[in-house]
């Protein structure tokens, strides 16, 4: 299937959605309220926020059929850890939260396996 196949895209779009929602059913599991799915701004998007107590933690979804390019994690670099940050920043000003520690995780799918990295920048 050609990159440019809308069943490529479609394909891409649904593995995404399922490892939002593994993320989703691994941080309820953990205590952890779902407060933001796919939280959108003009500058970008927040795939999943999610709080225990005075914890947030903001968790970017990268979900691969393969690791043939790499680990899904290794997706996550420094320009899109810059831009979590500056969106993070947006969504608390916002929202109004405040005396929160925030916290940025990594949920890696890789075919069926989740891995969540925790504190991973």
Not at 28 to 47: K, P
Not at 62 to 78: E, I, L, N, Y
Not at 79 to 93: D, G, N, P, V, Y
């Amino acid at each position: 299937m050609a990159a440019t196949d809308p069943r490529h895209t479609l394909a891409a779009v649904a593995r995404g959605r399922w490892g939002e929602d593994q993320a989703v059913r691994h941080y309820r599991r953990a205590g952890f309220q779902i407060v933001a799915r796919n939280w959108r701004c003009a500058d970008g998007e927040i795939d999943l926020i999610a709080r225990h107590g005075d914890l947030v933690v903001i968790c970017e979804t990268k979900a691969r059929r393969t690791d043939r390019f790499g680990p899904a994690a290794g997706a996550v670099g420094a320009r899109k850890q810059q831009r979590l940050r500056r969106l993070t920043a947006r969504w608390l000003r916002e929202t109004g939260t405040s005396g929160v520690t925030v916290r940025f995780d990594v949920a890696a799918v890789t075919g069926v396996d989740l891995e969540i990295i925790v504190g991973a920048f």
